[in-house]
């Protein structure tokens, strides 16, 4: 049904900027997914980093705002998260979703590492 891939995780050191790409496929309906980014960091509860509407509404969580940035490409039906001023607490497995509602179904990738030195 739906496929959902991440990219672009790594080892950055505190105060720099990564990447992530999220590439969702395998149907139509797909493509106007809530689409968003979670996190579950060593020894804690997965939680939420950040989400579009395929309107292009945006929601961050407190600890992330002001230097992260989610963006969609619905012609690609991608999504991204800039990470930028990096901190060690922002180490964890990042997570991509897609909420298909036509299927009533969340839809996770596997997750992408990320890891801050500090």
């Known amino acids: 049904q739906v496929q959902v891939m991440e990219s672009g995780g790594g080892l950055v050191q505190a105060g720099g900027s990564l990447r992530l790409s999220c590439a969702v496929s395998?149907?139509?309906?797909?493509?106007?997914?809530?689409k968003g980014w979670y996190r579950r960091a060593p020894g804690k509860q997965r939680e939420l980093v950040a989400t579009?509407?395929?309107?292009?509404?945006?929601n961050y969580a407190d600890s992330v705002k002001g230097r992260f940035t989610i963006s969609r490409d619905n012609a690609k039906n991608t999504v991204d998260l800039q990470m930028s001023s990096l901190k060690p607490e922002d180490t964890a497995v990042y997570y991509c979703?897609?909420?298909?509602?036509?299927?009533?179904?969340?839809?996770w990738g596997q997750g992408t590492q990320v890891t801050v030195s500090s």
């Open positions: 979703k897609a909420y298909v509602p036509e299927f009533r179904g969340d839809y």
């Open positions: 395998g149907s139509i309906f797909s493509i106007n997914a809530m």
């Open positions: 579009i509407t395929s309107g292009g509404m945006k």
